[in-house]
């Protein structure tokens, strides 16, 4: 099983990756955890360029190869192999995110991102996409309590105007509204159990029909 989990700025969709891989491993499932952009060693070179706020000249084209860059090594590195061993992976951020900050946001279009997803991808979809939905405002103070917080130098995304990130979100809702089997939108403004409750009712069918489909 692949499932990503999706989000605007803030939404808390990492601590809601990181509570249903606990849940998950108590059932006794192997899971393997990973995010983007980074994931691997290399990948987390690429990250640091793309996020750093003082690269503020990093243009839209350059922003969505760097992504697809760092996406393709732990595809190729990380997820295809634990897929292979028969572990959940579960993605903090995949190719929606860059159909949505980069063709949406940043006006790139759908098929480009498409088009750079075929190459680096190879094809692979998530089984199940948990985009957690939070407004702009909110979103945004978190993640900026967060960095603070942390002292994090990452925040490029996040010093994007807010046009920028209603876009994200506008583009986010859209998504789930045209693939209803795979997309799941989540409000992520209530308390993070009532959350990750909504996040196993989505999951827990999708375990029960791996474990009957069987090895």
Same mark, same amino acid.
């Given at each position: *099983?692949?499932?990503t989990f999706?989000?605007? %700025?803030?939404?808390?969709?990492? /601590? =809601?990756?990181? *509570?249903?891989?606990?849940r998950?491993r108590?059932?006794g499932?192997?899971?393997f955890e #990973?995010?983007?952009?980074?994931? #691997?060693?290399?990948?987390?070179?690429?990250?640091?360029? $793309?996020?750093?706020?003082?690269? /503020?000249?990093?243009?839209?084209? /350059?922003?969505?190869? $760097? !992504?697809?860059?760092?996406?393709? =090594?732990?595809?190729?590195?990380?997820?295809l192999?634990? $897929?292979?061993?028969?572990?959940v992976?579960?993605?903090?951020?995949? #190719?929606?995110? #860059?159909?949505?900050?980069?063709?949406?946001?940043?006006? !790139?279009?759908? %098929?480009?991102?498409?088009?750079?997803?075929?190459i680096?991808?190879?094809?692979?979809?998530?089984?199940?996409?948990?985009?957690?939905?939070?407004?702009? %405002?909110?979103?945004?103070?978190?993640?900026?309590?967060?960095?603070?917080?942390?002292?994090? !130098?990452?925040?490029? !995304? %996040?010093?994007q105007?807010?046009?920028?990130?209603?876009?994200?979100? @506008?583009?986010?809702?859209?998504?789930?509204?045209?693939?209803?089997?795979?997309?799941?939108l989540?409000?992520?403004?209530?308390?993070?159990?009532?959350?990750?409750?909504d996040?196993?009712? @989505?999951v827990?069918?999708?375990?029960?029909?791996?474990?009957?489909?069987?090895?």
């Amino acid at each position: *099983m692949f499932i990503t989990f999706e989000g605007p %700025e803030g939404s808390g969709k990492s /601590t =809601q990756l990181r *509570m249903l891989a606990a849940r998950l491993r108590e059932s006794g499932r192997a899971v393997f955890e #990973t995010a983007e952009p980074g994931g #691997t060693p290399i990948g987390l070179q690429i990250r640091r360029v $793309l996020l750093d706020a003082a690269n /503020t000249d990093l243009k839209p084209t /350059t922003e969505l190869l $760097l !992504m697809f860059a760092a996406r393709a =090594q732990n595809v190729e590195q990380w997820i295809l192999p634990a $897929l292979g061993r028969g572990e959940v992976v579960l993605c903090d951020r995949f #190719t929606d995110s #860059t159909l949505v900050y980069q063709g949406s946001a940043r006006g !790139m279009g759908a %098929e480009v991102v498409y088009e750079v997803d075929r190459i680096a991808c190879r094809g692979l979809v998530p089984d199940l996409t948990l985009v957690i939905d939070i407004d702009v %405002e909110t979103g945004l103070a978190r993640a900026h309590r967060r960095s603070v917080r942390t002292q994090d !130098m990452e925040t490029r !995304m %996040e010093q994007q105007d807010l046009s920028f990130h209603r876009k994200v979100r @506008e583009a986010y809702r859209r998504l789930a509204a045209d693939e209803l089997q795979r997309v799941k939108l989540i409000d992520g403004s209530r308390p993070e159990p009532a959350v990750a409750a909504d996040v196993w009712a @989505e999951v827990q069918g999708l375990v029960k029909q791996s474990k009957e489909a069987g090895p």
